[in-house]
């Protein structure tokens, strides 16, 4: 079973710090995403990477896929309350349309 | 605007009921996903279906069936439920093919086995 494991599980950080959020695994995929899941709502798409030490940005967010496609970053700067949620990556499952999680990293941002 | 729509967003239901949570998209998927959130444990797969009637077990289907006579709807089925099942339930679907595509899913349906 492939597996994604996220850390930190938990980050608690005052509004205007910066962040990074890991997430790792021992197999290699051929592509991750990154969602965001808001209380009571379903998760929804952020960002998609596909090559190999790819960087893509999003506003404030900064996500990176690592040189051998095992792990991924996200990076918020100048975190907001807006951004409080729970963040998932996610990928396809020995290449196939089976799409696993990772464990999340709930991020609460206070004013 | 894109839908995946859960028939409830909470239930309780009684230890040995047999319990039925329906998922209806209308993006024309061809892929629907059941999965169950858990804190710390993010979203694991209970089932995955590819077609109408096709389906693969995911990392967790003990305890689960499923039902896809429907292109369109997707069922996840507690034989007899547990304790153990009490957790939030997620469906989502996908397009077939692309491996990058995006994943929509519904509200989900906080589930209680009392």
């Known amino acids: 079973t492939q597996l994604l494991e996220q850390s930190p599980q938990f980050l608690s950080i005052q509004e205007g710090e910066n962040l990074t959020v890991y997430c790792n695994s021992s197999s290699v995929f051929s592509s991750l995403q990154w969602y965001r899941q808001e209380s009571g709502e379903g998760p929804v798409l952020l960002v998609t990477v596909v090559t190999g030490g790819e960087v893509k940005k999003l506003k404030r967010l900064t996500f990176q896929f690592g040189d051998a496609r095992k792990d991924s970053s996200l990076h918020i700067t100048a975190a907001q309350p807006g951004d409080t949620g729970l963040y998932l990556c996610a990928g396809p499952s020995y290449n196939t349309d089976k799409l696993i999680f990772g464990t999340g990293t709930r991020l609460q941002v206070f004013p | 605007d894109v839908k995946v729509t859960q028939s409830s967003r909470y239930l309780v239901k009684r230890t040995g009921e047999k319990v039925f949570l329906e998922c209806v998209q209308d993006?024309?998927?061809?892929?629907m996903f059941w999965y169950r959130q858990d804190p710390g444990l993010g979203l694991r797969l209970i089932y995955f279906?590819?077609?109408?009637?096709?389906?693969e077990k995911g990392d967790i289907p003990e305890g689960y069936s499923v039902s896809r006579e429907k292109k369109e709807r997707f069922s996840l089925i507690l034989e007899s439920a547990s304790t153990n099942q009490t957790s939030m339930y997620l469906c989502?679907?996908?397009?077939?093919?692309?491996?990058?595509?995006?994943?929509?899913f519904g509200q989900g349906t906080r589930l209680t086995v009392v």
């Open positions: 993006m024309d998927h061809e892929n």
């Open positions: 279906s590819y077609d109408v009637k096709m389906k």
């Open positions: 989502a679907s996908r397009r077939q093919g692309a491996m990058n595509t995006e994943a929509f």
